[in-house]
């Protein structure tokens, strides 16, 4: 930190950026960035020095690859096609270089910290913050018997859990996906502010929501060795197969017990529900059919029971998680909630897999929740709405007292 | 977020790299990340991507400006000379672009999120995360009515702060740097884990931690338009003064409230205490000396009273902060602590600026600690050896019971 240029670091932090017609800095911006920028037709508007670049792309991971355009200045810039709502992660190429825009803050997905703009939803603030009480997020770090090592978690705590020190409350265990991490639901999802509101609205219970971290190695178990094993070869499904019973393990066995002791929760299957998009879907999937004694409220955000969705596997009523659906009856007074959703414009093979799921589910007479998140991709506007969806439906006997 | 790549991401997140020789990951990259990495004798080496590129170099923000060199495999790469322990911000420039490395955690600095390599400091273990109880950091948001509206702070409470339910504790309110923002204590500066570590020794008391955003607006007033009006300009200067007062303001008026409404805190001047980094120490200085009805307890690390450091002026004790120093011995009893820290390869205005106010403060017979961080520059290894040094002689009385 150079302190010479304090000045202009505290105007920039303070700064709106200046507005060029209809165009504003994206609200996922660093303070003071006045690009990227987004105008009322949802184009965004990109922009990076690179003066002695050749050639200057962008790639949004869920949408269009463009050629930047050098200027005089030694500015490049583009004006992108319309997107779709929500959070787009995307890279700069620059020269070969897949780089973060320095403009834009940083979000952990794709195993690096990674650009991201957010496009607002015409008419929609359930996802932003509003004047309503705030609950608060913690980072957490407990002891694992399982991984043999200190673990980060981060906790919601709803408005005020801690004036109301006599109240116990419900808990949702929520999973980010694959390439993500602990700090996806809150800082790319919104999953606080969408809480504080539902619960602002009275559409929702109060609850805590714990986010853990989803790799998971057993103590003194090596790091798998998968050097030329393709994904889908034997050896790269066992070491698959290990890490998630590793996580289920820390969950149930660490994580759970760890947080009944340390927050003021209910500490029963009716409830403790647990939801996860896309590989967070999956473990949701094996922890809870695993742990039924364990949990009454079971979602899937664009993924869910892997093979099922993604291996274009036949849902087998009968013998499927060990037999939990055989009985619909009995499942629906067990399962309290059983939710299913998927963005419309999601890869095909995902969303046919889950609408293949779904159909599956009514042939065999479950009651389940089947949502499905118009014009949105793999991406973080459908995994709010699902949680928008989602949690209004759970816990609905209310908070019991100690 | 794609998700075919699941597999490769899964094991990205688990693997720990492949060394080569003597180098390892850095500690401060993301999970799977080979580079950069660090060897035995602190040199760091970097490698990226960019196979079109004509030119890569690195810039260490408070170091070595380095060219890369291009590899036949795309990458290019460089191999630093030994480099300072500690967290060093830096950037990639690849053809004129700076951005961070793809590689690294990003860190709020410079008003961007950037790279900074962790090089360990041998035998050092005090800020590193230990086998010992961890407290919790927390995000709260709180309405001021200052600035008129939420603002977002982080909390850190000791350990056992949810347990023992009848403890209330001392705060110490605890500044960033200007271009940094509330983040930086804990995700540079491990700030949790140093107390936590302190704590766990017994070398310091529990306390509470609250570290504010340092930038502020009082609620209605616009954006100062600076354009054209140089750093040290009549305008600018003011512009400086009115936010530094709004922040003075939403500390004493808004924060310091909420905190002692909000949590378990010994709510006296006696338990109260303020430090903070460049920026954050000048603003320390400014809200303590203003405020020694809520302060007994006073830190500048790297900063302090900006013309006494900055401005090449001569401490008046008769004078000076209200007149507060003008009696030592009323000081001594009033102020329980005052403290000045700097980095001997700070840049030498700043290293200067705190020796004059050092010997200003003994000409002036004012009881005050001065510590000079070895070695170390305008970096986060001076502060958080300020925090290790500066933590225990606080609050030396012990909780009081409620």
Known sequence: MKWVGMATLLFASLCCAQESGDFKPAASNVSGATYPRVDGSSRAQLRVKAPDAAKVKVKFWSGPKLDLEKQADGFWTVTTPPLAPGLHYYTLIVDGAEVSDPGSHTFYGGSRDASAIEIPEPGASYYLPQDVPHGQVREVWYHSSVTGDWRH???????????????????????????????????????????????????????????????????????????????????????????????????????????????????????????????????????????????????????????????????????????????????????????????????????????????????????????????????????RRDLKDFAPRLFQEGPSKP
């Not at 859990?161 to 639901?185: C, F, I, K, M, N």
């Open 153 to 383: 978690v981060l906790v919601y705590t709803p408005p005020g859990y801690d004036v109301q020190t006599s109240v116990r409350y419900p808990v949702l265990y929520l999973q980010h996906g694959a390439g993500e991490d602990e700090t996806g639901w809150t800082k790319q999802g919104h999953a606080n502010f969408i809480l504080d509101n539902l619960a602002a609205s009275g559409s929702s219970k109060p609850m805590i929501v714990v986010m853990a971290n989803g790799y998971a190695k057993r103590a003194g178990q090596p790091v798998p060795d998968l050097a030329g094993k393709p994904f889908g070869s034997p050896e790269a499904m066992r070491a698959m197969q290990e890490m998630a019973a590793a996580f289920e393990d820390d969950m149930t066995q660490a994580l759970i017990p760890y947080i009944d002791a340390n927050f003021r929760t209910i500490p029963d299957r009716d409830h403790r529900a647990m939801a996860g998009l896309s590989m967070g879907g999956m473990q949701t999937f094996q922890v809870t059919f695993d742990h039924l004694d364990l949990f009454g409220y079971i979602g899937g955000f664009s993924g869910a029971a892997g093979p099922l969705v993604l291996g274009n596997e036949k849902l087998n009523a009968k013998t499927a998680f060990h037999g939990a659906l055989a009985d619909p009856a009995a499942f629906a007074k067990r399962v309290h909630l059983l939710w299913l959703g998927v963005g419309t414009e999601e890869p095909a093979m995902m969303h046919a897999g889950l609408v293949r799921l779904h159909e599956s589910l009514i042939d065999a007479q479950i009651k389940h929740v089947f949502y499905e998140s118009p014009g949105t991709a793999h991406e973080w506007q459908t995994w």
